[in-house]
């Protein structure tokens, strides 16, 4: 007798190396659905979505688009663009070198998210959907239609993994829960982009122009948003937006580009911050921008000992500290015990002087520590020296630094007679104090990043990345690893008291309470530390982006209260669950986290 047996039917799943989308849909459909929607997406923007002006930015005008409507309009636009590159419009190739489709699903959820964040804001802060106008469902409607239309672009799927059979309910469950993660990265993959053809050095350089005009547009409306809704519409809308130009392939492009042209880059770079202060009526958003350059500089110094040497160092902000109690004792202070007042350049140096001073004290002793023991140490030495400031106010240690109460009234620097308390009026522009010493933090930022570059291409700079890479084998190759260590220490705790030195003015007042390990507010030893783990460890331009965002972000944020840091955590905790590597990555870093990426032909000394 025999049985005949049958293949057992299984539902129809698409098989490995199929190129189907993640909604059923046809492709073709799909893909007008998604550049139509971009379409009617700008057109809703041109609507009326409430009924009333309570809601912040005035969205009942038709034919004028205000507060969240400009980035959905934004959203839209990026997104019709994408759709017709990804129809091969010409023109449109140079925006998608690395093709279209996955930048196309990200435009379309940057606008999806921010146009039903306003949905919800406005149902919920004006009492329920009744509140809308007709403007505000379409915009709805057309944006969810263009993200589903974009979801069912063709991809090709990762091979299965079936499960084992012995396996229990909660480990199948996990396995089918990673397969299904792991198709639906490889739906917002997209391929290396095509080679760069050669272009004129006068082209690129425009590009480079092109490209740092609209980070200072981008930057400038950010840093002025005027209320909560709207930055955190600008959040949704430029990070989904960054990651549609990077999965499109521009922003690699442009890295490419940049990369040509270093030393222009960085010359361009400055100018463009020197431009800031002249694209503001007032002094508010200068006042953010010069505390954000002095948690970027002292980011930067920390950069070098942890990001080239590799040193865990959790009392940074100590040297800050120094710098900044050292400068004010010498400036002319009425609470400082000496009756001296040095000039600028004078207090600088002694601010300097007095941090490599402690970081050479410091760092002799304890770099021979390694790991979690040298953390510990430099932990301690940050307490110990926010403890020693406030005892020593005359009555538990001798009368030095006033205790609690700090030094008061540090005076105004002025520098070759130009006193930067005063306003001054520059091409009909009125520029003022803290305008002035934004400019002043900007010379110090650029001797600081020029000080970080030679000293990462220099031989002590080599030494530095390979005592990070593995100090056994350095050792064992003859480089001499304290001595190299102790000169990071220095160098980073000299660059953190330079940018100390200008704090105290900029604040008037030193207090011990400004230098703590963690707090809700920058400069303190943890968000520096974040800054630099978040920005890119060994990369200049990681640890400036780092420190900006964590500085505007909690400034921008004070809306949640109590919820404020727990918010901020978990942004932190979902950033280094998906880009361990940071925002702007050094190239043997990012290979060390996706090990599946093309390895480069050849790495930089800071693997950059």
Known sequence: ?????????????PISGSTTGLVGIPPAIGRALATGGGLLTIASAFLAWTWTDEFPGDL????????????????????????????????LRWLTPAGADAALKFAALAAFATTWYTVIAIAAQLGGVVNLEPGGYLAAAVTLIAFLGALALPFERPAPDPADPDDTGWEKFRHHTAQKWQTVKAAFATDAPRPLRPMPSWAEILIIVAVLAVALTVFTYGIGTEYDELFVGFLITAGFGFAALHRSGLIPRISEITARHQNVTVFGAFLAAALFPFTQTDDQYATIGVYILIFATVALGLNIVVGLAGLLDLGYVAFLGVGAYAASLVSGSPTSPFDVHFPFWAAVLVGAAASLVFGVLIGAPTLRLRGDYLAIVTLGFGEIFRITANNLDGTSGPDVTNGSNGIAGIPDLKILGFDLGAQHDIAGVTIGRFANYFFLMLIITAVVVLVFRRSGDSRIGRAWVAIREDETAALAMGINGFRVKLIAFAVGATLAGLAGTVQAHVTYTVTPEQYLFAGTTPPNSAFLLAAVVLGGMGTIGGPLLGAALLFLIPNKLQFLGDYQLFAFGLALVLLMRFRPEGLIPNRRRQLEFHEEAEAPAALGKTGA
């Open 1 to 13: 007798m025999t049985t005949q047996t049958t293949t057992p039917k299984t539902p129809d799943t």
């Open 60 to 91: 009942t005008v038709y034919g004028y688009p205000g507060g969240l409507q400009v980035l959905v309009l934004i959203a839209g636009a990026l997104t019709t663009l994408l759709g017709a590159a990804s129809y091969g419009v010409q023109g």
